[in-house]
C-alpha cells in the first residue's frame, strides 16, 4: 500500500506550519523553503563531516541567497557549481558576506563564451580562488588567466572526464595545468545502488582507483593538493573510507543536503535531515471517486527522477500519480480526498530541479513569513551583463 512508504513516515507536520498570508493569498503552486530545517540540515552534514572545511557543496540545489548566505554563516568557505549564473550569485553574495577569498569549483566542462565569462568573474573577484574542470591537456589553453584547474576524471559514470583507466591522458592534462593544477574532480554520481553494503563496495573501489592514480600522478612529479568526490548517494561511504587518511585533501560535494528530497531519504535515511523546500498547491479537481487533482505539474515540480514525483506532507494515503504539465493526480480512498482548495505541501522527489523551476520563494520559519525572495541562480545566463 502507498501508505506504507517509508519516506518521511514520521514527520511532524506541525513543524511546517504555513502563515496565514500563504495560505490565504499566496498563488499556487509556490516554493516554501523552512529556513529552521534548512539550518538544521547544514549543521548535520557540518557534523557527519567532522570539520566544516571537508565540506564543498554544489550549489545547484540551494540557488537562492538568502540560502547561500546560511551556507557562509555556517562556516562554509569552499564551493562548487555548474552554472556561470550559479557561479556570478555565489561570488556576490560571498563578497557581501565579507569572503572575498571565496574557493569556487565550477564543476563542469566550459567551452567557449562560458569561459569568457569565468574569467571576467575571476577579474571581478580578484580575491577568489576559482577553478574550472579538464579532460584533456588541450583544453588547459583555453582556460582564462587567474582561473585553477581540476583534472576531470570519469569513474565510470560516462557523463564527462577523462576516463580513469587513461592514466596518461589525465597526467598529460595535470602537466599541461603545470601551477595551476588544484587537484582532481571524481564524481561518482552514477552509484545508486539500493543495497547498501554493495554501493558502499562500488564506491570503496572506485576510491582505491582514485588514490592509485593519485600516486601515479606524484610519481611523474603532479602534485595532488586535493580530491573532490561525492555528491549525495556516495557521501557517507565517502567519509567511511580509509583511505583519504593522510593523502591529498579530500572534500565532499553534496548539494541536495542542504533541502534534502524523497529520493535522497529512500537511498540514504542514516543521513538524518528532513525536506527543508516544499511546493504548496492546492486542490483544483475531483475528476474521479478516488482522485483529487493539485495545480502543481511537471512545470513547477521536477518529474525525471521516476514516480511518485512527491509526496504530500502529513498525507501518506494520498498517492502522486504521473503529472502533467500544470496538474498533478492524486489517488486516495473514497470519501477521504482532501477537498477542492485545501492547500497541500509537496515535499518533491528531486529537489534541484523543483528549485530551478521557481522564480520566486517563500522563506519560512516558526509558522512565520520572512520574505519571498527570487531565485537568482536558476536557469542560464544568456548574455551577462
Known amino acids: 500500500m502507498y501508505r506504507d512508504h517509508p519516506a518521511f513516515a514520521a514527520l511532524d507536520s506541525a513543524a511546517y506550519r504555513l502563515p496565514d498570508e500563504l495560505i490565504e493569498g499566496a498563488l499556487s503552486p509556490a516554493l516554501v523553503v523552512h529556513l529552521a530545517v534548512v539550518r538544521a540540515n547544514i549543521a548535520r552534514i557540518v557534523a557527519l563531516c567532522g570539520q566544516v572545511d571537508r565540506w564543498r557543496p554544489h550549489v545547484k540545489t540551494a540557488k537562492i541567497p538568502e540560502i547561500l548566505r546560511e551556507l557562509s554563516r555556517a562556516g562554509v568557505r569552499h564551493f562548487k557549481c555548474a552554472t556561470t549564473r550559479e557561479a556570478a550569485v555565489l561570488l556576490e553574495v ?3 558576506e565579507g569572503q572575498a577569498d571565496a574557493d569556487l569549483l565550477l564543476a563542469y566542462p566550459l567551452v567557449g563564451p562560458a569561459l569568457q565569462r569565468v574569467g571576467a568573474l575571476a577579474l571581478r ?4 580562488h576559482i577553478a574550472v574542470l579538464c579532460e584533456v591537456p588541450e583544453a588547459v589553453q583555453d582556460v582564462p588567466p587567474g582561473v585553477g584547474v581540476f583534472v576531470d576524471v570519469n569513474p565510470g559514470m560516462d557523463r564527462t572526464g577523462a576516463p580513469i ?14 601551477q595551476r593544477l588544484r587537484g582532481l574532480h571524481f564524481y561518482d554520481g552514477h552509484l545508486h545502488q539500493p543495497d547498501r553494503i554493495e554501493r558502499s563496495l562500488a564506491v570503496h573501489a572506485g576510491y582505491d582507483r582514485l588514490l592509485e592514480l593519485v600516486r601515479t600522478l606524484e610519481r611523474d612529479g603532479q602534485r595532488v593538493d586535493e580530491v573532490v568526490t561525492a555528491g ?11 583511505g583519504f587518511a593522510g593523502g ?3 572534500r565532499l560535494s553534496p548539494g541536495t543536503v542542504v533541502f534534502h528530497d524523497v529520493r535522497s531519504q529512500e537511498e540514504s535515511p542514516e543521513l538524518g535531515l528532513r525536506p527543508a523546500a516544499l511546493v504548496l498547491a492546492r486542490v483544483v479537481s475531483h475528476p474521479a471517486p478516488d482522485l483529487a487533482t493539485c495545480d502543481a505539474g511537471s512545470k513547477s515540480l521536477a518529474a525525471e527522477a521516476g514516480d511518485p514525483c512527491a509526496l504530500v506532507l502529513g498525507r501518506s494515503d494520498l498517492e502522486a500519480l504521473r503529472p502533467s504539465e500544470e496538474h ?5 480512498e473514497r470519501g477521504s480526498l482532501p477537498p477542492r482548495g485545501a492547500v497541500l505541501q509537496l515535499i518533491p522527489r528531486h529537489v534541484c530541479p523543483t528549485v530551478n523551476l521557481a522564480e520566486e520563494a517563500a522563506l519560512v520559519e ?3 513569513l520572512v520574505d519571498v525572495v527570487a531565485v537568482r541562480a536558476r536557469a542560464h545566463e544568456l548574455f551577462p551583463a
Open 165 to 178: 583507466e587513461d592514466p596518461q591522458r589525465i597526467a598529460a592534462t595535470a602537466r599541461a595545468a603545470a
Open 232 to 242: 549525495t548517494p556516495a557521501f557517507l561511504d565517502a567519509l567511511a573510507y580509509p
Open 328 to 332: 498533478l493526480p492524486l489517488r486516495g
Open 125 to 128: 573577484h580578484p580575491g577568489a
Open 94 to 96: 560571498l563578497a557581501a
Open 248 to 250: 591529498p585533501r579530500h
Open 366 to 368: 516558526c509558522g512565520r
